[in-house]
């Protein structure tokens, strides 16, 4: 079982930039795909980033260029650098963790973080 803590969130103003970062326990963290999702109030959840255990990335457009996830395997914690907010980044951010063999979605699922943009 994999256990995913994720830390971060804040209250920042359009512009700023947080990193939120998510820990793993439990199991062997390089042999996944890390991913952070985000879930805005009455919106569904969506895919922000994602990272295999090579270190490709993948990114949504709303937030390519802004967002850069990255991944430490031996401290087990992947990590989303946000820049240049935008009150449209409000949400709650989730971490998972899946393995390559599994669909998109799938996995072991963080409690999230908050992260607020607002001025």
């Known amino acids: 079982q994999v256990q995913l803590v994720e830390s971060g969130g804040d209250l920042v103003q359009p512009g700023g930039s947080l990193r939120l970062s998510c820990a793993a326990s439990g199991s062997i963290f390089n042999i996944y795909i890390a991913g952070w999702y985000r879930q805005a109030p009455g919106k569904q959840r969506e895919l922000v980033a994602s990272?295999?255990?090579?270190?490709?990335?993948n990114y949504a457009d709303s937030v390519k260029g802004r967002f850069t996830i990255s991944r430490d395997n031996p401290k087990s914690t992947v990590y989303l650098q946000m820049n240049s907010l935008k009150p449209e980044d409000t949400a709650v951010y989730y971490c998972?963790?899946?393995?390559?063999?599994?669909?998109?979605?799938?996995?072991?699922w963080g409690q999230g973080t908050q992260v607020t943009v607002s001025a």
């Open positions: 998972n963790l899946r393995l390559a063999s599994t669909p998109r979605g799938s996995g072991y």
């Open positions: 990272i295999g255990s090579g270190g490709n990335t």
